[in-house]
């Protein structure tokens, strides 16, 4: 009776919760993306000029306002830097509890591995949403003290006043922790199929760096569609005066069917899987 018991609380998202905050992995992952604005305002300084901003990338007119700021560092973010926190957080959940011999313990109850990996993931996709909202509403915030409070400029003309650009911001937010939903299926499927964090982790993020190579390959046509990651900058569409819902509408679906499949497979192995960690 004293394995149920314990087992129950040990396997709450609650307690998962508590879990995450304290590892250090965790913090890490927060202050590198908190980190990110103030190093691009550190390198906007380092080579500032006299002329004023001009161009037709997000870089050229980041130091116009916060709402461009804002918008450059999500870009920059999503390419890399969120990735690899979205596969951290996923591939890393599983091998955590077997690095610290505890899964064998958890897992006393067999019927308790489906709610196991359901804690898991949940805290997973809440933390990597999370580190999303943080990056969004601290850019915000230090790009407005850096560079004032101007309404965004798209470079390819055209400008989207705060009333306007919030709520779209917002979507895409939604929209990136959606895209990286395909990432962290992956991490969460390799991390229940290895005790290694960082080969779960390394692997997914290596998947996302060939299929964006991949990508600009212009000779595979329309299969370049279904690989992972190819809408990832769908969300940009949201700048336009007029919206275009297409390209976004086709990064969900492919990623959540990426998502559904990845940790179907990895609840089906999961039930199988003898544990001896």
Do not use: C
Not at 31 to 56: C, H, K, Q
């Amino acid at each position: 009776m004293t394995p149920r018991h314990t087992a129950a609380p040990a396997l709450s998202i609650g307690t998962e919760v508590r879990r995450q905050l304290g590892r250090r992995r965790t913090f890490w992952s927060l202050f590198i993306a908190l980190a990110l604005p103030l190093v691009l305002i550190g390198a906007f300084a380092i080579g500032r000029t006299s002329s004023p901003a001009t161009g037709t990338r997000l870089s050229d007119l980041a130091q116009l306002g916060s709402a461009n700021f804002t918008l450059f560092a999500v870009s920059a973010a999503s390419e890399f830097l969120l990735v690899v926190i979205a596969a951290l957080f996923a591939g890393d959940a599983v091998p955590s509890e077997a690095s610290w011999s505890t899964l064998r313990y958890l897992l006393v109850a067999p019927v308790r591995r489906a709610r196991l990996l359901a804690s898991k993931l949940t805290v997973a996709v809440a933390s990597t949403a999370v580190a999303i909202a943080a990056l969004v509403g601290w850019s915000l915030l230090v790009g407005g003290v850096a560079y004032g409070w101007a309404p965004f400029t798209n470079p390819a003309g055209g400008v989207l006043d705060w009333g306007q650009l919030l709520p779209r911001l917002g979507v895409a937010a939604v929209y990136l922790l959606v895209s990286l939903l395909q990432v962290a299926g992956l991490a969460f499927l390799l991390g229940v199929r290895t005790d290694a964090p960082l080969g779960a982790v390394g692997v997914a993020v290596l998947v996302a760096i060939v299929s964006s190579i991949l990508g600009q390959i212009e000779s595979l046509g329309d299969l370049r569609n279904g690989l992972p990651l190819h809408y990832q900058r769908a969300w940009l569409d949201l700048l336009s005066p007029e919206v275009d819902w297409t390209a976004m509408r086709h990064g969900v679906l492919w990623s959540v069917l990426y998502f559904v499949m990845f940790v179907g497979l990895a609840f089906r192995l999961f039930r199988r899987k003898d544990v001896l960690s």
